[in-house]
């Protein structure tokens, strides 16, 4: 990871003036998923301090996928970061997250968790501002494994999508640190393309 990432709990955007300022979000995120769940301890010791789990896992029963959350959730939170959990805002608290993850409609009451919000257009990027959202991840900025054969934003199109936003932003979708650079973004989030970095030798 370079420098410019290091600095992960700084706001992905200044808060609008006259307003309680949210709290300040992570630049780096690991999407955690069945695909890369072998890998997940070795990225997260990797990870620059302060960056961010949103941990989702629905491959797994809630028993165990409960006591796995609880695990990398230490592992974060002992290099100084957050961990959210894919799931309602009162699912969230009860597993202990530090936030929620999901589409608007499960934002929920905001309270002391972080209410992080799925967005691949302008109408969710709306529906993101009125549910007064910490942070949307904006996806797929380009071609995904998640989603084979589905189109990908692009460069033009995800940076104009951006800009109508409210909500800071998070670059989501075949994300790489080549690909943030592209972009022109410092808060960015992957499944891939963290873990192999961790991977490699």
Known sequence: MTACYSAAMRQCQPPAPFILPRPPLPNLWLVSDARNDAMLEIAIARLPRGSGLIF??????????????????????ARGGLAVLAGSMAQARRWGADGAYGSARLAGPGGRGLRLVTAHGLSEIRQAGQARADGLLLSPAFA?????GASALGVLRWR????????PVIALGGMSERRARRLGVSCWAAIDGLVHVAGAT
């Open 160 to 167: 104009m999508l951006a800009t109508r936003a409210a909500t």
């Open 144 to 148: 995904t494994r998640s989603h084979p």
């Open 56 to 77: 989702r896992h629905y491959h797994l029963d809630e028993a165990a996928r409960r006591a796995r959350f609880a695990r990398l959730a230490r592992m974060i939170r």
